[in-house]
């Protein structure tokens, strides 16, 4: 099985940016497609963005594209989601999961992390 480590969340002011991190152990993220989803203060969790092993095929929330970039390094087992133009409304627990199907990282995953907190401030 694979374990997943999120960093780099925090607290930003709105327009800032971020750089997510998710460090894999355990396998080889090779194996997998992988993906952020994100839960904010009373909400329910949410698709955010998707990464195919190759890092050929990426898919994202509809809102989202053009803020956030989902990306990986095969060779350093890291996963990574650059987050820009930051809004309130991005407050969220930031997760990162995988799953051996990319078609199954958006639908629900098998591995997660313990997520990471990011907090933009207005």
């Known amino acids: 099985q694979v374990q997943l480590v999120e960093s780099g969340g925090g607290l930003v002011q709105a327009g800032g940016s971020l750089r997510l991190s998710c460090a894999a152990s355990g396998r080889t993220i090779r194996d997998y497609a992988m993906g952020w989803f994100r839960q904010g203060p009373g909400k329910e969790r949410e698709f955010v963005a998707a990464?195919?092993?190759?890092?050929?095929?990426?898919i994202y929330l509809d809102p989202l594209k053009g803020r956030f970039t989902i990306s990986r390094n095969n060779a350093e087992n890291t996963m990574y989601l650059q987050m820009n133009s930051l809004k309130p409304e991005d407050t969220a627990v930031y997760y990162c999961?995988?799953?051996?199907?990319?078609?199954?990282?958006?639908?629900?995953?098998?591995?997660w992390g313990q997520g990471t907190q990011v907090t933009v401030s207005s």
């Open positions: 990464i195919s092993w190759s890092g050929a095929d990426t």
């Open positions: 999961a995988a799953d051996s199907k990319f078609s199954a990282v958006r639908a629900g995953p098998d591995y």
